[in-house]
Protein backbone atom coordinates (compact mmCIF):
# COMPACT_ATOMS: atom_id res chain seq x y z
CA UNK A 1 0.00 0.00 0.00
CA UNK A 2 1.00 3.50 -1.04
CA UNK A 3 2.38 6.23 1.90
CA UNK A 4 -0.46 8.64 1.47
CA UNK A 5 -3.09 5.70 1.26
CA UNK A 6 -2.00 4.14 4.03
CA UNK A 7 -2.55 7.57 6.10
CA UNK A 8 -6.13 7.43 5.16
CA UNK A 9 -9.68 5.79 4.11
CA UNK A 10 -10.84 7.62 1.73
CA UNK A 11 -11.64 6.27 -1.63
CA UNK A 12 -10.22 7.17 -4.86
CA UNK A 13 -12.22 10.66 -6.31
CA UNK A 14 -13.30 11.46 -9.57
CA UNK A 15 -11.88 14.86 -9.25
CA UNK A 16 -8.31 13.24 -9.37
CA UNK A 17 -8.87 10.81 -12.44
CA UNK A 18 -5.84 10.26 -14.48
CA UNK A 19 -5.30 9.00 -18.05
CA UNK A 20 -1.91 7.52 -18.26
CA UNK A 21 -0.11 6.50 -21.52
CA UNK A 22 1.90 3.49 -20.80
CA UNK A 23 4.80 1.97 -23.60
CA UNK A 24 4.42 -1.82 -22.57
CA UNK A 25 6.87 -4.29 -23.91
CA UNK A 26 5.00 -7.21 -25.22
CA UNK A 27 5.11 -9.93 -22.56
CA UNK A 28 2.65 -12.48 -21.47
CA UNK A 29 1.07 -10.74 -17.95
CA UNK A 30 2.13 -7.62 -18.66
CA UNK A 31 -1.30 -5.85 -17.94
CA UNK A 32 -1.88 -8.25 -15.26
CA UNK A 33 0.60 -6.49 -12.96
CA UNK A 34 -0.29 -3.22 -14.22
CA UNK A 35 -3.75 -3.67 -13.03
CA UNK A 36 -2.98 -5.93 -10.03
CA UNK A 37 -0.22 -2.89 -8.98
CA UNK A 38 -3.15 -0.09 -9.32
CA UNK A 39 -5.33 -2.36 -7.23
CA UNK A 40 -2.51 -2.82 -4.79
CA UNK A 41 -2.06 1.14 -4.50
CA UNK A 42 -5.82 1.63 -4.07
CA UNK A 43 -6.46 3.27 -7.26
CA UNK A 44 -9.51 2.38 -9.37
CA UNK A 45 -9.12 1.81 -12.72
CA UNK A 46 -11.23 2.87 -15.55
CA UNK A 47 -10.90 2.47 -19.28
CA UNK A 48 -7.94 0.48 -21.02
CA UNK A 49 -7.63 1.51 -24.66
CA UNK A 50 -5.11 0.40 -27.13
CA UNK A 51 -3.59 3.52 -28.93
CA UNK A 52 -0.50 1.71 -30.80
CA UNK A 53 0.81 -1.87 -30.89
CA UNK A 54 3.81 -2.97 -32.71
CA UNK A 55 5.40 -6.43 -33.12
CA UNK A 56 7.79 -5.58 -29.96
CA UNK A 57 5.29 -3.12 -27.75
CA UNK A 58 1.98 -1.89 -27.29
CA UNK A 59 1.21 1.60 -25.78
CA UNK A 60 -2.34 1.58 -23.81
CA UNK A 61 -3.73 4.37 -22.36
CA UNK A 62 -5.14 3.59 -18.84
CA UNK A 63 -7.82 5.43 -16.60
CA UNK A 64 -7.54 5.36 -13.36
CA UNK A 65 -8.93 7.20 -10.40
CA UNK A 66 -6.37 8.20 -7.33
CA UNK A 67 -6.89 9.81 -3.87
CA UNK A 68 -5.10 13.00 -4.66
CA UNK A 69 -2.07 14.53 -6.73
CA UNK A 70 0.52 12.69 -4.57
CA UNK A 71 -1.00 9.59 -4.64
CA UNK A 72 -1.31 9.73 -8.26
CA UNK A 73 2.74 10.47 -8.36
CA UNK A 74 3.61 7.97 -6.20
CA UNK A 75 1.27 5.56 -8.60
CA UNK A 76 3.31 6.90 -11.47
CA UNK A 77 6.26 5.84 -10.13
CA UNK A 78 5.89 2.34 -9.07
CA UNK A 79 4.49 1.51 -12.83
CA UNK A 80 7.94 2.79 -13.88
CA UNK A 81 9.69 0.70 -11.86
CA UNK A 82 7.98 -2.61 -13.13
CA UNK A 83 10.59 -3.95 -15.79
CA UNK A 84 9.00 -3.89 -19.56
CA UNK A 85 6.37 -0.35 -18.28
CA UNK A 86 7.24 3.30 -19.04
CA UNK A 87 4.75 5.74 -18.21
CA UNK A 88 5.02 8.30 -21.02
CA UNK A 89 2.54 10.71 -20.89
CA UNK A 90 0.05 11.70 -18.30
CA UNK A 91 -3.37 13.64 -18.87
CA UNK A 92 -5.54 15.10 -15.54
CA UNK A 93 -8.90 14.41 -17.14
CA UNK A 94 -9.93 17.41 -14.39
CA UNK A 95 -7.62 19.97 -16.01
CA UNK A 96 -8.64 19.03 -19.42
CA UNK A 97 -12.78 19.71 -18.96
CA UNK A 98 -11.51 23.37 -18.00
CA UNK A 99 -9.38 24.39 -20.36
CA UNK A 100 -10.88 27.27 -21.90
CA UNK A 101 -13.13 27.97 -19.06
CA UNK A 102 -16.95 25.91 -18.88
CA UNK A 103 -19.23 28.72 -19.73
CA UNK A 104 -20.09 30.92 -22.86
CA UNK A 105 -22.63 33.26 -23.61
CA UNK A 106 -25.41 32.52 -26.52
CA UNK A 107 -27.97 34.37 -28.27
CA UNK A 108 -31.44 33.68 -27.34
CA UNK A 109 -32.57 35.24 -30.18
CA UNK A 110 -32.08 34.85 -34.30
CA UNK A 111 -29.48 37.29 -35.58
CA UNK A 112 -29.74 35.85 -39.87
CA UNK A 113 -31.08 39.16 -41.09
CA UNK A 114 -31.28 42.83 -41.25
CA UNK A 115 -34.48 42.58 -39.68
CA UNK A 116 -33.29 40.46 -36.82
CA UNK A 117 -30.06 42.99 -36.61
CA UNK A 118 -32.75 46.11 -36.61
CA UNK A 119 -34.91 44.74 -33.92
CA UNK A 120 -32.07 42.85 -31.42
CA UNK A 121 -30.24 46.38 -31.56
CA UNK A 122 -30.60 49.85 -33.07
CA UNK A 123 -32.72 50.97 -34.47
CA UNK A 124 -35.72 49.37 -32.79
CA UNK A 125 -33.57 48.55 -29.59
CA UNK A 126 -33.87 52.49 -28.55
CA UNK A 127 -38.22 51.94 -28.75
CA UNK A 128 -37.23 49.57 -25.97
CA UNK A 129 -35.14 51.07 -23.95
CA UNK A 130 -37.79 53.95 -23.77
CA UNK A 131 -40.20 52.05 -22.60
CA UNK A 132 -38.36 51.03 -19.81
CA UNK A 133 -37.12 54.64 -19.00
CA UNK A 134 -41.05 55.25 -18.51
CA UNK A 135 -41.51 52.61 -16.39
CA UNK A 136 -38.60 51.08 -14.61
CA UNK A 137 -40.89 47.53 -13.97
CA UNK A 138 -40.85 46.73 -17.15
CA UNK A 139 -36.80 45.84 -16.36
CA UNK A 140 -38.28 42.85 -15.48
CA UNK A 141 -40.24 41.35 -18.70
CA UNK A 142 -37.49 43.82 -21.40
CA UNK A 143 -34.33 42.27 -20.52
CA UNK A 144 -32.31 39.27 -18.83
CA UNK A 145 -33.13 40.63 -15.35
CA UNK A 146 -35.81 38.20 -14.78
CA UNK A 147 -33.73 35.91 -14.82
CA UNK A 148 -30.26 36.39 -14.02
CA UNK A 149 -27.91 36.31 -10.92
CA UNK A 150 -24.75 37.82 -10.30
CA UNK A 151 -22.30 35.05 -8.90
CA UNK A 152 -19.82 37.62 -6.73
CA UNK A 153 -16.65 36.97 -4.86
CA UNK A 154 -13.36 38.67 -4.08
CA UNK A 155 -11.30 35.01 -3.88
CA UNK A 156 -10.56 35.45 -0.18
CA UNK A 157 -12.20 32.15 0.89
CA UNK A 158 -12.49 29.68 -1.52
CA UNK A 159 -13.62 26.17 -0.91
CA UNK A 160 -10.96 24.91 1.41
CA UNK A 161 -8.11 26.83 0.09
CA UNK A 162 -8.45 30.34 1.68
CA UNK A 163 -7.65 33.70 0.28
CA UNK A 164 -6.15 32.49 -3.19
CA UNK A 165 -7.59 35.73 -5.25
CA UNK A 166 -9.88 36.61 -7.75
CA UNK A 167 -8.31 34.55 -10.81
CA UNK A 168 -8.07 31.83 -8.54
CA UNK A 169 -11.39 31.73 -7.71
CA UNK A 170 -12.65 31.86 -11.19
CA UNK A 171 -13.46 28.03 -11.88
CA UNK A 172 -15.14 28.10 -8.97
CA UNK A 173 -17.65 30.54 -10.10
CA UNK A 174 -18.22 29.05 -13.69
CA UNK A 175 -19.07 26.23 -11.64
CA UNK A 176 -21.41 27.83 -9.86
CA UNK A 177 -22.96 29.23 -13.00
CA UNK A 178 -22.82 25.73 -14.46
CA UNK A 179 -25.33 24.62 -11.21
CA UNK A 180 -27.56 27.88 -11.77
CA UNK A 181 -28.51 26.75 -15.36
CA UNK A 182 -28.35 22.91 -15.50
CA UNK A 183 -30.41 22.62 -12.38
CA UNK A 184 -32.54 25.99 -11.84
CA UNK A 185 -32.75 27.59 -15.41
CA UNK A 186 -31.15 30.37 -13.82
CA UNK A 187 -28.49 32.23 -16.20
CA UNK A 188 -25.27 33.41 -13.94
CA UNK A 189 -22.32 35.17 -14.71
CA UNK A 190 -19.34 35.25 -12.55
CA UNK A 191 -17.67 38.46 -10.94
CA UNK A 192 -14.33 38.55 -9.34
CA UNK A 193 -13.71 41.62 -7.73
CA UNK A 194 -9.70 42.37 -7.35
CA UNK A 195 -10.80 44.21 -3.76
CA UNK A 196 -11.00 42.78 -0.73
CA UNK A 197 -12.33 46.14 0.54
CA UNK A 198 -15.66 45.88 2.51
CA UNK A 199 -16.86 49.22 1.43
CA UNK A 200 -15.73 49.51 -2.16
CA UNK A 201 -17.28 45.68 -2.71
CA UNK A 202 -20.67 47.14 -1.72
CA UNK A 203 -20.21 49.92 -3.76
CA UNK A 204 -19.48 47.92 -6.53
CA UNK A 205 -22.36 45.72 -5.93
CA UNK A 206 -25.04 47.89 -5.50
CA UNK A 207 -23.99 50.11 -8.48
CA UNK A 208 -24.26 46.63 -10.83
CA UNK A 209 -27.61 45.44 -9.38
CA UNK A 210 -29.83 46.93 -11.80
CA UNK A 211 -28.66 44.49 -14.50
CA UNK A 212 -29.40 41.24 -12.30
CA UNK A 213 -32.24 39.91 -10.27
CA UNK A 214 -30.35 38.22 -7.40
CA UNK A 215 -26.79 38.34 -5.81
CA UNK A 216 -25.24 35.29 -5.30
CA UNK A 217 -22.33 35.94 -2.66
CA UNK A 218 -19.45 33.73 -2.70
CA UNK A 219 -16.22 32.55 -1.04
CA UNK A 220 -16.39 35.78 1.16
CA UNK A 221 -14.16 35.33 4.30
CA UNK A 222 -15.82 36.04 7.60
CA UNK A 223 -16.29 38.15 9.36
CA UNK A 224 -16.27 40.70 6.26
CA UNK A 225 -19.10 38.36 4.75
CA UNK A 226 -21.74 38.76 7.21
CA UNK A 227 -21.66 42.54 7.20
CA UNK A 228 -21.06 42.71 2.70
CA UNK A 229 -24.41 40.96 2.96
CA UNK A 230 -26.17 42.61 5.29
CA UNK A 231 -25.46 46.15 3.72
CA UNK A 232 -26.33 44.68 0.49
CA UNK A 233 -30.09 43.26 2.03
CA UNK A 234 -30.71 46.69 3.41
CA UNK A 235 -29.72 49.05 0.35
CA UNK A 236 -30.91 46.43 -2.52
CA UNK A 237 -34.43 45.53 -3.39
CA UNK A 238 -33.71 41.99 -5.10
CA UNK A 239 -31.85 38.65 -3.32
CA UNK A 240 -28.64 38.85 -2.48
CA UNK A 241 -28.06 35.32 -0.75
CA UNK A 242 -24.35 34.39 0.76
CA UNK A 243 -24.50 30.73 -0.31
CA UNK A 244 -21.40 29.32 1.78
CA UNK A 245 -23.66 30.33 4.48
CA UNK A 246 -27.49 29.45 3.20
CA UNK A 247 -26.87 27.20 1.38
CA UNK A 248 -25.15 25.27 4.03
CA UNK A 249 -27.42 25.78 6.73
CA UNK A 250 -30.70 24.26 4.58
CA UNK A 251 -29.22 21.83 3.46
CA UNK A 252 -27.86 20.71 6.89
CA UNK A 253 -31.26 21.26 8.49
CA UNK A 254 -32.92 19.08 5.40
CA UNK A 255 -30.26 16.46 6.01
CA UNK A 256 -30.90 16.36 9.80
CA UNK A 257 -35.26 16.79 9.88
CA UNK A 258 -34.20 13.08 7.93
CA UNK A 259 -31.73 11.79 10.38
CA UNK A 260 -33.85 12.36 12.96
CA UNK A 261 -37.06 10.68 11.65
CA UNK A 262 -34.78 7.54 11.61
CA UNK A 263 -32.97 7.52 14.79
CA UNK A 264 -36.20 8.95 16.21
CA UNK A 265 -35.34 11.77 18.31
CA UNK A 266 -36.94 15.28 18.84
CA UNK A 267 -35.43 18.52 17.41
CA UNK A 268 -36.02 19.90 21.73
CA UNK A 269 -34.37 17.58 23.17
CA UNK A 270 -31.18 17.34 21.58
CA UNK A 271 -27.80 18.26 22.44
CA UNK A 272 -25.63 19.26 19.24
CA UNK A 273 -21.48 19.69 19.08
CA UNK A 274 -20.46 21.94 16.03
CA UNK A 275 -16.82 22.98 14.93
CA UNK A 276 -16.32 25.74 12.89
CA UNK A 277 -18.07 29.26 13.28
CA UNK A 278 -17.06 31.17 10.33
CA UNK A 279 -19.94 31.71 7.50
CA UNK A 280 -21.34 28.49 7.51
CA UNK A 281 -21.49 27.64 11.03
CA UNK A 282 -23.36 30.93 12.46
CA UNK A 283 -25.83 30.12 9.51
CA UNK A 284 -25.94 26.78 10.69
CA UNK A 285 -26.53 27.72 14.16
CA UNK A 286 -29.12 30.07 13.46
CA UNK A 287 -31.01 27.82 11.26
CA UNK A 288 -31.03 25.29 14.15
CA UNK A 289 -32.49 27.69 16.38
CA UNK A 290 -34.95 29.05 14.27
CA UNK A 291 -36.36 25.46 13.86
CA UNK A 292 -36.57 24.82 17.69
CA UNK A 293 -33.16 23.36 18.16
CA UNK A 294 -31.83 25.10 21.56
CA UNK A 295 -28.66 23.22 22.48
CA UNK A 296 -25.95 23.89 20.78
CA UNK A 297 -21.95 24.18 21.70
CA UNK A 298 -20.17 25.74 18.61
CA UNK A 299 -16.24 25.42 18.71
CA UNK A 300 -13.43 27.46 17.02
CA UNK A 301 -9.90 27.68 17.52
CA UNK A 302 -10.02 29.06 20.88
CA UNK A 303 -12.90 26.42 22.29
CA UNK A 304 -15.90 26.67 23.27
CA UNK A 305 -18.46 30.12 22.06
CA UNK A 306 -19.90 31.11 25.56
CA UNK A 307 -21.51 34.30 26.35
CA UNK A 308 -18.59 36.35 28.38
CA UNK A 309 -15.58 35.04 26.54
CA UNK A 310 -13.15 37.61 25.77
CA UNK A 311 -10.10 36.06 23.46
CA UNK A 312 -10.96 35.64 19.49
CA UNK A 313 -14.38 37.27 19.61
CA UNK A 314 -15.88 39.64 17.04
CA UNK A 315 -19.54 40.53 17.09
CA UNK A 316 -20.86 37.81 14.76
CA UNK A 317 -19.22 35.53 17.71
CA UNK A 318 -21.13 37.50 20.16
CA UNK A 319 -24.13 37.39 18.56
CA UNK A 320 -24.04 33.48 18.11
CA UNK A 321 -22.69 33.15 22.30
CA UNK A 322 -26.42 35.02 23.09
CA UNK A 323 -28.14 32.31 21.19
CA UNK A 324 -26.45 28.98 21.74
CA UNK A 325 -24.28 27.01 24.77
CA UNK A 326 -27.11 28.00 27.06
CA UNK A 327 -25.25 26.37 30.30
CA UNK A 328 -22.31 28.55 29.25
CA UNK A 329 -20.19 24.74 28.72
CA UNK A 330 -15.87 25.79 28.54
CA UNK A 331 -14.36 22.64 28.39
CA UNK A 332 -13.05 20.99 25.73
CA UNK A 333 -14.30 19.62 22.30
CA UNK A 334 -13.65 15.84 23.83
CA UNK A 335 -15.55 16.36 26.65
CA UNK A 336 -18.45 18.12 24.97
CA UNK A 337 -18.99 15.46 22.52
CA UNK A 338 -20.10 13.28 25.95
CA UNK A 339 -23.87 12.27 25.79
CA UNK A 340 -24.17 14.44 22.53
CA UNK A 341 -26.82 13.67 19.99
CA UNK A 342 -25.13 15.33 16.86
CA UNK A 343 -21.94 16.57 15.63
CA UNK A 344 -21.68 19.38 12.68
CA UNK A 345 -17.72 19.33 11.10
CA UNK A 346 -17.61 22.98 9.50
CA UNK A 347 -13.82 22.85 10.43
CA UNK A 348 -11.28 20.69 8.60
CA UNK A 349 -9.68 17.58 8.24
CA UNK A 350 -8.26 15.29 10.92
CA UNK A 351 -10.11 17.24 14.42
CA UNK A 352 -11.20 14.53 15.96
CA UNK A 353 -9.88 10.52 16.48
CA UNK A 354 -12.63 8.39 15.60
CA UNK A 355 -12.62 6.99 19.11
CA UNK A 356 -13.83 10.63 20.38
CA UNK A 357 -17.31 9.33 18.67
CA UNK A 358 -17.94 6.89 20.62
CA UNK A 359 -18.94 9.42 23.99
CA UNK A 360 -21.91 10.33 21.63
CA UNK A 361 -25.40 9.23 22.27
CA UNK A 362 -26.48 6.09 21.19
CA UNK A 363 -27.80 6.30 17.64
CA UNK A 364 -25.15 9.33 17.25
CA UNK A 365 -25.31 11.37 13.94
CA UNK A 366 -22.35 12.67 12.52
CA UNK A 367 -21.88 15.26 9.76
CA UNK A 368 -18.33 16.01 9.23
CA UNK A 369 -18.25 18.59 6.27
CA UNK A 370 -14.79 19.69 5.59
CA UNK A 371 -13.94 19.10 2.23
CA UNK A 372 -12.19 17.73 0.79
CA UNK A 373 -11.02 16.07 4.28
CA UNK A 374 -13.31 15.58 6.50
CA UNK A 375 -13.03 15.88 10.33
CA UNK A 376 -13.39 12.08 11.09
CA UNK A 377 -12.93 9.38 8.15
CA UNK A 378 -16.38 8.77 7.03
CA UNK A 379 -16.24 5.14 6.83
CA UNK A 380 -14.12 4.57 10.27
CA UNK A 381 -17.04 6.81 12.07
CA UNK A 382 -19.83 4.80 11.40
CA UNK A 383 -17.96 1.93 14.12
CA UNK A 384 -20.00 4.57 16.62
CA UNK A 385 -22.51 6.59 14.63
CA UNK A 386 -25.91 5.87 12.80
CA UNK A 387 -25.56 8.28 10.01
CA UNK A 388 -22.74 10.15 8.44
CA UNK A 389 -22.78 12.67 6.22
CA UNK A 390 -20.21 14.52 4.39
CA UNK A 391 -19.46 17.22 1.93
CA UNK A 392 -17.76 14.78 -0.59
CA UNK A 393 -19.41 13.39 -3.63
CA UNK A 394 -17.58 9.78 -3.40
CA UNK A 395 -19.68 8.90 0.14
CA UNK A 396 -23.27 8.92 0.91
CA UNK A 397 -25.07 11.78 2.25
CA UNK A 398 -23.74 14.55 0.23
CA UNK A 399 -24.09 18.24 2.51
CA UNK A 400 -23.74 19.81 -0.84
CA UNK A 401 -24.71 23.67 -1.55
CA UNK A 402 -25.82 22.89 -4.75
CA UNK A 403 -28.90 21.14 -3.69
CA UNK A 404 -30.47 24.42 -2.41
CA UNK A 405 -29.57 27.54 -4.27
CA UNK A 406 -30.81 26.95 -7.65
CA UNK A 407 -34.28 26.20 -6.91
CA UNK A 408 -34.10 29.12 -4.28
CA UNK A 409 -32.99 31.59 -6.69
CA UNK A 410 -35.32 30.23 -8.97
CA UNK A 411 -38.54 30.39 -7.08
CA UNK A 412 -37.70 33.85 -5.56
CA UNK A 413 -36.64 35.13 -9.56
CA UNK A 414 -40.21 33.63 -10.39
CA UNK A 415 -41.58 35.51 -8.22
CA UNK A 416 -39.88 38.87 -8.09
CA UNK A 417 -38.84 38.33 -4.76
CA UNK A 418 -37.00 41.66 -2.60
CA UNK A 419 -35.18 39.11 -0.76
CA UNK A 420 -34.91 35.80 0.92
CA UNK A 421 -36.26 35.69 4.19
CA UNK A 422 -36.01 33.02 7.03
CA UNK A 423 -39.11 31.64 6.15
CA UNK A 424 -38.62 31.17 2.55
CA UNK A 425 -34.89 29.57 4.02
CA UNK A 426 -36.95 27.14 6.36
CA UNK A 427 -39.55 26.62 3.98
CA UNK A 428 -36.52 25.16 1.43
CA UNK A 429 -35.42 22.79 4.10
CA UNK A 430 -38.49 21.50 4.45
CA UNK A 431 -38.97 20.91 0.94
CA UNK A 432 -35.59 19.68 0.34
CA UNK A 433 -36.19 17.04 3.02
CA UNK A 434 -39.38 15.63 2.00
CA UNK A 435 -37.74 14.77 -1.62
CA UNK A 436 -36.94 11.32 0.42
CA UNK A 437 -39.56 9.51 0.33
CA UNK A 438 -40.87 7.38 3.77
CA UNK A 439 -39.95 3.71 1.92
CA UNK A 440 -36.20 5.75 0.57
CA UNK A 441 -34.93 6.73 3.83
CA UNK A 442 -32.56 5.09 5.28
CA UNK A 443 -29.02 5.09 6.92
CA UNK A 444 -27.41 5.89 3.81
CA UNK A 445 -30.02 8.03 1.99
CA UNK A 446 -30.85 11.32 4.30
CA UNK A 447 -30.80 13.65 1.75
CA UNK A 448 -31.40 13.46 -2.17
CA UNK A 449 -29.07 13.28 -5.03
CA UNK A 450 -28.27 16.44 -6.56
CA UNK A 451 -29.68 15.03 -9.81
CA UNK A 452 -32.76 13.82 -9.20
CA UNK A 453 -35.22 15.80 -10.97
CA UNK A 454 -37.69 16.86 -8.22
CA UNK A 455 -35.15 19.00 -6.36
CA UNK A 456 -34.86 22.00 -7.57
CA UNK A 457 -38.78 22.12 -8.65
CA UNK A 458 -39.46 21.31 -4.87
CA UNK A 459 -37.04 23.58 -3.45
CA UNK A 460 -38.60 26.46 -5.76
CA UNK A 461 -42.29 25.81 -5.34
CA UNK A 462 -41.75 26.15 -1.46
CA UNK A 463 -39.59 29.43 -1.83
CA UNK A 464 -42.11 30.79 -4.13
CA UNK A 465 -45.10 30.02 -1.80
CA UNK A 466 -43.19 31.51 1.73
CA UNK A 467 -41.71 34.58 -0.43
CA UNK A 468 -45.66 35.19 -1.23
CA UNK A 469 -46.93 34.49 2.41
CA UNK A 470 -44.57 36.60 3.64
CA UNK A 471 -45.05 39.56 1.44
CA UNK A 472 -41.61 39.75 -0.38
CA UNK A 473 -43.03 38.95 -3.84
CA UNK A 474 -44.07 41.86 -6.78
CA UNK A 475 -45.96 38.78 -8.40
CA UNK A 476 -48.42 36.71 -6.29
CA UNK A 477 -48.67 34.48 -9.41
CA UNK A 478 -44.93 33.13 -10.84
CA UNK A 479 -43.88 32.76 -14.22
CA UNK A 480 -42.73 28.96 -15.07
CA UNK A 481 -38.77 30.36 -15.24
CA UNK A 482 -35.97 28.03 -17.15
CA UNK A 483 -35.81 26.92 -20.53
CA UNK A 484 -39.55 26.17 -20.71
CA UNK A 485 -41.56 29.55 -20.26
CA UNK A 486 -44.95 29.54 -21.24
CA UNK A 487 -46.99 31.99 -23.73
CA UNK A 488 -48.82 35.02 -22.14
CA UNK A 489 -50.80 37.61 -23.71
CA UNK A 490 -49.07 40.63 -24.67
CA UNK A 491 -49.79 44.00 -23.26
CA UNK A 492 -49.30 46.46 -26.19
CA UNK A 493 -45.48 46.88 -25.64
CA UNK A 494 -44.55 43.89 -26.85
CA UNK A 495 -44.23 42.55 -23.44
CA UNK A 496 -45.67 39.78 -22.10
CA UNK A 497 -47.44 39.26 -18.54
CA UNK A 498 -44.41 37.45 -17.36
Known amino acids: MSLSASRNSYLASPSYTLTLRLKIRRRPGTLAKIISLIGKERASVGAIDVVETSRDEKIRDITVQVLNERHGNELVARLNRIPGIRVIAVSDRTFLMHLGGKIEMRSRVPLKTRDDLSMAYTPGVA ?10 SRVWALSMKKNTVAIVTDGSAVLGLGNIGPEAALPVMEGKA ?17 TQDTDEIVRIVQAMAPGFGGINLEDISAPRCFEIENRLRKTLD ?19 FNALRIVKKSKRSLKIVMTGVGAAGMAVARILI ?16 YSGRMQNMNPAKEELAKITNPDRYQGSLKGALSGADVFIGL ?13 MAKNAVVFALANPDPEVPPLEALRYARIVATGRSDYANQINNALVFPGVFRGALD ?6 NEPMKLAAALALASVVGRRELREDYIIPSIFNPDVGACVASAVRQAAIKTKVARKSAPFAGGHNLPAHESNGHGETSA
Not at 238 to 256: E, K, M, N, R, S
Open 127 to 136: RVCMAIHENR
Open 178 to 194: ILFKNFGGVDAFPICLA
Open 238 to 256: IPVFHDDQHGTAVVVLAAL
Open 290 to 305: QAGIRRIIGFDRAGPV
Open 347 to 359: SGPGLLKVKDLSR
Open 415 to 420: VRARTI
